[in-house]
């Protein structure tokens, strides 16, 4: 039998593969808590911006709306990075589609086929969960500070695979090659580090267009699903330029705010 490879991470090999090290503080641990706990808590403590966590098994790692985000020393790859915006920049509406955008951009640069963004948060290929993305912010000396925590299959473990309710896949079966886990946090520091330069000067308007060209949803019947709330039921319209999601129901178009809903297909 062939034995799997194991690829660990670390900081230096990390470091060394971006364009701009000086602007991120890699930090590699064996296991945590959760790597978005950590930041959030560094960041109430003057926390340098472009600080980056990754974790090779994280014990409490959290998903949208409190659910749990699992992973498998070597077959994923879960990191989360902080960032401090400009004094007196509103809150960053629609950040977590265009962290989707900055992931979409740096999976397809390592030849991932397929690549599709299903609204808020989840990256898609084959109709299947590669992984997700979690961005939480707080307010400190008149700036916001988003950390954004990122979680990717890149083999499909069994523990994994038993453990979920929805159908996963994995980075290698959509790329040619097994990515080196290493560079792949490099180039989706790379992609986020210019998705944040942009974000900063305009916002969410400024991905629609790329977020809509991989819309997983575009044009098809779902069903929104709230906490105490029926099931609302429209097609999707698409997105607007703060990221609330567009739905054409039988009354008209309504805005789904981020955070308040999921998304699933009927």
């Known amino acids: 039998m062939t034995k799997k490879l194991f690829d660990p991470l670390n900081a230096k090999m990390v470091s060394a593969a971006l364009d701009s090290p000086s602007r991120f503080h890699v930090e590699v641990l ?25 974790c090779e098994r994280q014990t409490a790692g959290r998903g949208r709306r409190g659910r749990s985000w699992l992973s498998a020393p070597g077959d994923s790859l879960t990191f989360s990075l902080m960032w401090r915006f400009p004094v007196g920049m509103p809150p960053p509406t629609g950040l977590s589609l265009a962290a989707g955008v900055a992931v979409a951009r740096a999976l397809e640069g390592m030849e991932a086929a397929g690549v599709r963004l299903k609204w808020p948060n989840d990256i898609l290929a084959d109709g299947v969960k590669l992984g997700g993305i979690l961005v939480e912010t707080v307010s400190s000396g008149g700036r916001h500070i988003a950390v954004i925590g990122i979680g990717l299959n890149v083999r499909l473990s069994r523990e994994i695979a038993d453990a979920i309710d929805n159908e996963a896949g994995a980075l290698v079966s959509v790329m040619p090659y097994v990515p080196s886990r290493n560079l792949l946090l490099a180039n989706l520091l790379k992609a986020l580090a210019v998705m944040l330069d942009e974000f900063e000067h305009n916002g969410f308007a400024g991905f629609v267009e790329e977020w809509l060209a991989r819309n997983a949803h575009t044009g098809q019947l779902v069903s929104i699903h709230a906490e105490g709330a029926a099931p609302v039921e429209g097609r999707c319209a698409g997105v607007d330029a703060d990221g609330a999601l567009l739905l054409d129901t039988g009354s008209g178009v309504r805005r789904i705010v981020s955070g308040e809903v999921s998304l699933r297909n009927k």
């Open 30 to 54: 064996d296991s945590c808590e959760s790597t978005s706990t950590l930041l959030l808590d560094r960041a109430h403590k003057d926390g340098a911006s472009g600080s980056v966590v990754a």
